[in-house]
């Protein structure tokens, strides 16, 4: 069993991001999530969309998070992979990028809807949760299936330390790993490029000023927040993506372990950064989260 050293420069630059991330992440997500389950006023398209987004990052920073904070500031911690806990977080990990590259698309989708075709919309709500609910099922089946392809390599005799496969770290592209960066770059690179293409679309549209299109400063504006929302996820996620690669595709050494360390605290990193977003950028996330401010310092006082 291959183990390497992490610095103490990685511990020191991991760490906060990954405090933020649980605490900042928890906080802002929880409220998307609990605004769209009180308040019947948003049961629309975008709010879904952005809901179940927020599903992801909460996921990501709650439940994957933590098992990345607890191993780079205390390796002793490998004893977590006798547990339960293993699987779990390659599950949940799984999941909820798949899920938000899944979403991205279809969030374009809904964007150009309303802004190029406001009048006869494709998309509908009811439609929206449909196509949701087939990528929630698409999601799970697909983490489960991970979790069965690493769990066969846990018992085939493989020299990589089992808490690696679940912290999604790869050391040589055995068979578990072709097929996870396969799918991974994959979905990350269909999801990239179809949303592209629809917001490049979208833009020249709104350029041109032609008959139809949406000319509402407010819906500009949601298209906007959901074009930088995508450009967060990708550039955040991509050094962890280009790690991977480089480690495969190689001899995997002691620093790639530490990069990899480095590009998964910038990937969680933007869960915590989206809600963000959402309240500089949406007039009514800024006012939850006010509203929410107000709230706890009340209580604290």
Not at 232 to 261: D, I, K, M, R, S
Not at 263 to 275: D, L, Q, T
Request: hydrophobic letters at 50%; glycine letters at 4%; a positive charge.
């Amino acid at each position: 069993m291959q183990h390497y050293e992490q610095y103490a420069a990685t511990t020191a630059f991991v760490s906060p991001l990954y405090i933020l991330t649980m605490v900042l992440g928890a906080l802002g997500n929880g409220m998307v999530i609990y605004s769209y389950s009180t308040d019947k006023s948003i049961h629309q398209t975008f709010y879904f969309l952005i809901t179940n987004l927020a599903i992801a990052d909460l996921l990501i920073s709650l439940l994957f998070t933590p098992m990345l904070f607890i191993y780079r500031v205390y390796a002793q911690a490998e004893l977590i992979a006798y547990t339960p806990v293993c699987e779990i977080s390659l599950f949940l990990s799984m999941f909820s990028i798949s899920l938000m590259y899944m979403v991205f698309p279809l969030l374009a989708y809904h964007r150009k809807d309303v802004m190029l075709r406001p009048q006869h919309p494709r998309l509908s709500l009811v439609q929206a949760r449909l196509v949701v609910y087939i990528f929630w099922f698409l999601c799970i089946f697909a983490a489960a299936f991970m979790v069965l392809m690493a769990r066969i390599e846990f018992t085939s005799g493989d020299p990589t330390p089992k808490l690696y496969r679940c912290l999604l770290i790869n050391q040589r592209l055995d068979s578990y790993a072709k097929i996870f960066l396969g799918y991974s770059a994959s979905l990350y690179g269909l999801s990239i490029i179809v949303t592209a293409l629809i917001y490049i679309q979208i833009f020249r549209a709104l350029g041109t000023h032609l008959e139809g299109v949406n000319g509402s400063a407010d819906e500009r504006h949601v298209t906007k927040l959901c074009f930088w929302v995508a450009i967060v996820y990708t550039a955040f996620w991509t050094p962890f993506l280009l790690v991977q690669l480089g480690g495969v595709f190689g001899t995997y050494t002691e620093l790639h372990f530490n990069l990899h360390a480095c590009s998964s605290g910038i990937g969680v990193i933007g869960s915590a950064v989206n809600p963000v977003l959402y309240a500089i950028m949406n007039p009514y996330y800024r006012l939850r989260l006010r509203d929410l401010f107000k709230r706890l310092t009340f209580r604290s006082e």
